[in-house]
């Protein structure tokens, strides 16, 4: 599959010569609430279709479709979705929000929260640390949790899918 991918600064410039461009915003809705750029509406990953695009622009068949995140990886595998739906005219933002951010074009800022990134990195911590002293205090089978979250974590470095971030999105806190 053929990724189009655009800089912040030059999306910025198009966004300024036409205010009508979708920019489509797949990260969780907390995310979306704490920072995004102005013109980007929020469906997040887990919710994304053809259809949900459709239901909301009508036009979105017809239209150039902007997808961002927080570093590019999710609205890469946005991208990658709605290509397999048939959608062909859509293109990522190299380098997500953060880039955006880092390239001081305007944002809608909100209450600060804890990134979806984080999250996963505090869970895995907490459960390896966990099942570490659950096997040293109780039973050594406790080490199997720490095996699991570890086979977890490189099975999702080389695949770039994150079953623990997907489950954590879905989570009640990162929800409106």
Known sequence: MNILSISPAELAQKIAADSEILLIDVRTP??????????ATSIPLDE???ATLLAQF???A????YLICHSGNR??????KLQAEGLTNLVNVEGGTSAWVQAGLPVISGKKSISLERQVRITAGSLVVSGALLAWLLHPLWILLSAFVGTGLVFAGLTDTCGMG????RMPWNRK
Do not use: T
Request: glycine fraction near 4%.
């Open 30 to 39: 907390k995310e979306f609430a704490e920072v995004h750029a102005g013109q």
């Open 62 to 65: 017809n239209r150039e479709i």
């Open 75 to 80: 609205s890469r595998k946005a991208l990658q």
């Open 48 to 50: 994304i279709s053809r």
């Open 166 to 169: 997907l489950l954590l999105a």
């Open 58 to 60: 009508p036009d979105a």
